[in-house]
């Protein structure tokens, strides 16, 4: 059950919203389900009642201090249930009202004094709160942080009728966008309120930005208008942001600073991630890449970034574990800017679900975050991945990775009682399983292909290695529809001179795979990766017959075969 409260200054505007039914499809036989005053008229009801005369009687105290009266007075609280909750009888929802109403402060239970207010209901799954923010004896009400207390009575009654629990915040979440806000979108147009639109287009702007400036003109260029607030010295000391096309009743912009989008998009803020970011050094997994292509090598050192990430998050050092997930948030963002179609729209999806799994309480080692902050930059300076061979395959593999590691903070942070943000970690890991299966399923049937026309004796070769190897999951692993693509990779590792048992040993003592839907495609990934940087034994070595042609060798193969005559000279 979700509370949201808001202010503001006109009562019969608001009304007429509220008992609205011919464009807004939601609305359903709006009326009254409770009121201060239960003889009230209800215009839902009575032919005779109008809305005039509805917003008189409930601005009668508002009106009585003429101009010293709030200019915000009216009190707005709609009160949702979750998706898949029953549905509320109006008497049910009249205890809602009253206990939300009672728990804020707005109108206490038994005081004869308080303001005047009124439910309505005009869809299935909630009701508007309204109330006037002026007392009967004239005085202002006492309703400090009414939108905490309101969220802390939803929890209880929640619990009595039976309504699915909602996660507590923790103060650290985005400012959700106003009911005015949602309503504007509506009427623009707009997927969602311009707020929460800005907010991601800074996020966007931010991902892998090396410094102010790259931020500032990135962020023009994702086609929003800019304000900096400069100070006497001519610094910066701040910035606002307005979408395009969104104005107020005067035709001017309308204004968000960083920090009225998110708590973490100030400009103070923005500038603790940009520092050494840049001089974080490739590793030797990359450095090897050399026949690979930009957007290629980008995504085997995301892979690189996003699995020191892992390991922070069960490593028990809260400060890293908290920088790395900012880190893990801005390649989630530089992926989502470089993917096209449907692993696109996914990942844009993840992005915006694991924005709220970045922000805790735990303060977190900035300089934990640098080599992730790097990997954005590089993707998104890198140009797009197009999906297919060797973009394809390093898309899928770190994003193999990024499921792993999205999991790993839905666990660390139900661990530490962030319930809002666990529950976001699970919803990014959703969407990114989603990206996953789109972009492996073309590299994954190439090496299926490979496998599959691999010589006899190569394959029964690969299975004993299999044997020897993982024995307790040989047999599993060879019943998998992934196994033609792991004796694919397993075939490619050798020929450039892997000792391919001890290959796959490693891979598979990386993490527990018991929880792995496809044992063979996890393994698929992690040999991808470790053969980039694990040293060949041998020189490049086939045990086939000479008069036995080889398959050709598909692209990833060849850019082994290149990494290790590269490495050999």
């Known amino acids: 059950m979700v509370p949201d409260v808001s202010r503001g200054s006109h009562t019969i505007g608001l009304l007429h919203y509220l008992y609205r039914t011919s464009d807004i499809e939601a609305h359903v036989d709006p009326h009254l389900v409770a009121a201060y005053d239960p003889h009230l008229p209800d215009p839902g009801r009575d032919p005779n009642a109008t809305f005039g005369e509805l917003a008189a009687d409930l601005d009668l105290w508002v009106d009585a201090l003429g101009d010293k009266a709030p200019k915000k007075h ?15 009888s109006d008497e049910e929802w009249a205890t809602v009202a009253r206990r939300v109403l009672n728990a804020t402060g707005i109108a206490p239970e038994g005081d004869d004094q308080a303001c005047r207010w009124i439910a309505v209901r005009h869809a299935p799954d909630h ?9 009967a004896d004239r005085t202002r009400p006492r309703h400090h942080k009414d939108g905490t207390r309101a969220q802390a009575e939803c929890r209880k ?7 699915r629990r909602l996660k507590e915040g923790d103060g650290t979440a985005a400012k959700r966008p106003t009911s005015a806000e949602r309503r504007k979108a509506e009427r623009l147009g707009q997927d969602a309120a311009s707020r929460e639109l800005l907010r991601e287009h800074v996020h966007r702007a931010l991902s892998g930005a090396a410094d102010e400036d790259e931020f500032f003109d990135r962020l023009a260029a994702e086609g929003v208008r800019v304000k900096k607030r400069i100070a006497p010295s001519g610094d910066v000391l701040g910035y606002s942001v307005a979408k395009v096309g969104d104005r107020n009743k005067a035709g001017e912009p309308i204004w968000f600073s960083g920090s009225k989008l998110a708590p973490d998009l100030s400009l103070p803020r923005i500038r603790e991630r940009f520092t050494a970011t840049t001089d974080v050094p490739e590793p030797p997994a990359v450095l090897e890449l050399s026949g690979a292509s930009a957007p290629v090598r980008a995504r085997h050192f995301a892979a690189e970034a996003t699995d020191s990430a892992l390991t922070s998050l069960t490593a028990g050092d809260d400060g890293a574990a908290a920088a790395q997930l900012i880190g893990v948030g801005e390649a989630l963002d530089a992926l989502a800017q470089t993917s096209f179609g449907p692993t696109q729209a996914e990942l844009r999806a993840a992005a915006v679900h694991f924005e709220r799994a970045t922000r805790s309480h735990i303060r977190a080692e900035k300089e934990e975050m640098y080599a992730l902050r790097r990997a954005a930059h590089q993707i998104v300076h890198s140009g797009s991945a197009l999906g297919r061979g060797q973009d394809g395959a390093a898309t899928a593999m770190v994003l193999d990775l990024m499921i792993l590691t999205v999991i790993a903070a839905a666990r660390w942070h139900a661990a530490r009682g962030h319930a809002q943000q666990a529950e976001a970690s699970q919803q990014a890991a959703t969407h990114l399983r989603a990206a996953y299966q789109a972009t492996a399923a073309s590299p994954l049937a190439a090496m299926r292909a490979y496998g599959q026309h691999l010589p006899a004796q190569s394959r029964r070769q690969h299975a004993a290695t299999v044997r020897t190897a993982l024995p307790h999951l040989a047999e599993r692993l060879r019943a998998e529809p992934g196994w033609d693509a792991l004796a694919a990779v397993l075939d490619q590792a050798e020929r450039v001179g892997h000792d391919t048992a001890a290959l796959l040993a490693k891979a598979a003592a990386q993490r527990e795979l018991d929880s792995a839907e496809s044992i063979s495609e996890v393994l698929v990934w992690r040999l991808q990766h470790l053969g980039y940087v694990t040293q060949p034994v041998s ?3 086939s045990r086939r017959p000479r008069t036995e042609p080889a398959p050709a060798v598909p692209a990833a193969a060849a850019a082994h075969q290149e990494a290790n005559r590269l490495r050999r000279r």
């Open 74 to 88: 009216v009190w707005h609280c709609p009160v949702r249930t979750a998706p898949g909750d029953r549905a509320l």
């Open 539 to 541: 020189v490049p070595r």
């Open 157 to 163: 009654i929640e619990t009595e009728f039976g309504l």
């Open 127 to 135: 009701i508007h709160i309204v109330a006037t923010l002026v007392r």
